[in-house]
């Protein structure tokens, strides 16, 4: 009995594989140990009140989920950060590569690099109504996570700090 209701709490953790090993050992051992505590002698009674006092192995996934998904935005949110920095230093670069080199853009180039200004200049307003966008609408659907209005409001003043002040290429 105890085996089945260890293999449905693995089986609802399964969205975190290391999660689901320790949590499933884990309850394992206090299951045992509460079995082993219980003093009436009948061993299938004593196992089916271990498992109710334990609780629901949906509702305490669920509780970890929320754990584990916190867990992995950060990652992906410290991973975004790492990636984002990166493609800044090489942009930075290759603009220090040009000017090291004393690179100068020909007259054929020159029609052709305005218009490549413009669309990253366009592309950046557009991705930043679009994040904007997703933030009022994440904090519009009263989500029970309290934590979401900072985080959202401070993604919009990151936004906002990253808007690139217009500058003239000169490669020299």
Same mark, same amino acid.
């Given at each position: 009995m105890i085996q089945d209701y260890l293999e449905l709490l693995?089986?609802?953790?399964?969205?975190? @594989?290391?999660?689901?090993?320790r949590v499933? %050992?884990?309850?394992?051992?206090?299951?045992?140990? *509460? +079995?082993?505590?219980?003093?009436a002698g009948n061993m299938l009674a004593a196992q089916q009140r271990a498992i109710a006092n334990f609780g629901d192995a949906r509702a305490i996934a669920?509780?970890?989920?929320?754990?584990?998904l916190a867990r992995h935005s950060r990652r992906a949110g410290f991973a975004a950060v790492l990636v984002i920095a990166g493609v800044f230093i090489a942009m930075k670069? @290759?603009?220090?590569?040009?000017?090291?080199? %004393?690179?100068?853009?020909?007259?054929?180039?020159? *029609? +052709?690099?305005g218009l490549v200004v413009q669309i990253d200049r366009y592309a950046f307003w557009l991705s930043l109504i679009i994040g904007?966008?997703?933030?009022?609408?994440i904090v519009?659907?009263?989500?029970?996570?309290r934590s979401i209005r900072p985080i959202a409001g401070n993604f919009a003043v990151s936004l906002c700090c990253a808007a690139p002040?217009?500058?003239?290429?000169?490669?020299?």
């Amino acid at each position: 009995m105890i085996q089945d209701y260890l293999e449905l709490l693995a089986h609802e953790l399964s969205f975190d @594989r290391s999660l689901s090993r320790r949590v499933r %050992q884990e309850a394992e051992d206090h299951l045992w140990e *509460a +079995v082993a505590a219980d003093p009436a002698g009948n061993m299938l009674a004593a196992q089916q009140r271990a498992i109710a006092n334990f609780g629901d192995a949906r509702a305490i996934a669920a509780q970890f989920a929320v754990i584990s998904l916190a867990r992995h935005s950060r990652r992906a949110g410290f991973a975004a950060v790492l990636v984002i920095a990166g493609v800044f230093i090489a942009m930075k670069a @290759r603009i220090s590569w040009y000017a090291a080199t %004393q690179w100068v853009i020909s007259d054929s180039l020159r *029609a +052709v690099s305005g218009l490549v200004v413009q669309i990253d200049r366009y592309a950046f307003w557009l991705s930043l109504i679009i994040g904007l966008s997703a933030c009022v609408y994440i904090v519009s659907r009263r989500s029970p996570l309290r934590s979401i209005r900072p985080i959202a409001g401070n993604f919009a003043v990151s936004l906002c700090c990253a808007a690139p002040r217009p500058q003239p290429l000169s490669f020299r």
